[in-house]
């Protein structure tokens, strides 16, 4: 039977461990484990997806998951992974943020049963410490020669430009006092994290060995970078939520389905509960017929269903099929606008409809054919739908044909789709509805 680390690697979701031992500890005990979330927005992001499977199969694995929301480093900021200062929040904020990702979690963990997970925040036991009280008792374990050391605040200080503040710096001590107090009170023996955490995570490491003479581990994630060097859940439009307020659903499905496919057999194994014989199925599609897309609508339902249940991810399918049917004006405008974010649009007049505009003209004013001789020859050969309906001739668009009461959908051939808008405003062109 295979290992619970030995599965851990095998899907991708080991970089570092800090102790060989640990798949031992894994095979032979009931580890206490964690990872933490600090609260610098109101929800979780794509980002977090990959901690919190790690988590979830830890649970399903028997060891005991802390979800630790950082209510005090929230207010800090961690300089791991980022090129500059971070805005640092208001208490009000972290607080309401908190508040927000705790539901959240119950998504990924169950908090009922004899593993059931715990869900902590760090303000609770840092608040009541004294300056001179941390200084004494923390601060004198660490050296600022170690510290000045860890990746993160040696790129920080390599950068002239922007440096780091001692509120920054500290950071990692409270993230290292974390791991101890989580040792002492809860038994806890492993910290999980991206790899932008190691720093941080070997600080607490040697802390509790410094302080307890205890063995505790660490395992960190490989940072999650698409095949074209992008960070994972960041698009044209921003971070990609997991609240559904903040990121549609509908959003959320079609940032899955348009996954490269020199990535999707990855997630799959890091972001879904599928079986491997169902991914090694889905793989041997994106070999043998990739035009299908069969593994990346998988992973899109697969990961709807996992961050906002199987009604959403069944309404996102459904939303996406009719959205290329003849049957589009049964879409949401919500829906719609996730689906199409991101094709080619332009902008033509509302006044342009009053007495209908010929469609070999809008093709040409939009930019969708060269010339008005390309455009009907585009006509006469049936490779042109106005809204997923084939039109054979140049037929007069008018406002009935309006989508939402100011949109058409164009497609050129079989892939190549646009949108037309019709404001009161001056033409223009941009992407996305």
Known sequence: MESTFAMLSRKGYVAQVSDPGLADALATSRLVCYCGFDPTAKSLHLGHLVPLMILARLQRAGQAPIALVGGATGMIGDPSGKSKERQLLSREAVAANVESMRRQFQRFLSFEGSDAALLLDNNDWIAGWSYTDWLREIGKHFSVSSMLAKESVRRRMDDRDQGISYTEFSYMLIQAYDFLHLSDKHGCSLQVGGDDQWGNITAGIELVRRLRSKTVYGLTSPLMLDSAGQKFGKTEDGVVWLDPEMTSPYRFYQYFINVDDRDVVRYLHLLTWLGDDEITRLAETVEGAPEARAAQAALAYEATKLVHGGKAAD????????????????VSLDAFEAIFAGIPSASLPM???DDGIPLAKVLVSAGIAPSNNEARRLLAGKG??????????????????????????????????????????????????
């Open 315 to 330: 309404d996102a399918v459904q939303a996406t099929r009719v959205a290329f049917s003849e049957d589009i004006r049964t």
């Open 351 to 353: 006044s342009s409809l």
């Open 384 to 433: 042109i739908y106005l809204n997923n309906r084939q039109i054979a001739d140049n037929r007069v668009v008018k406002k009935t044909d309006l989508l939402f009461g100011r949109l058409i959908l164009v497609r050129k051939g079989k892939k190549d789709n646009y949108l037309v808008r019709f404001t009161e405003k001056r033409a223009g062109s941009r992407a996305g509805p």
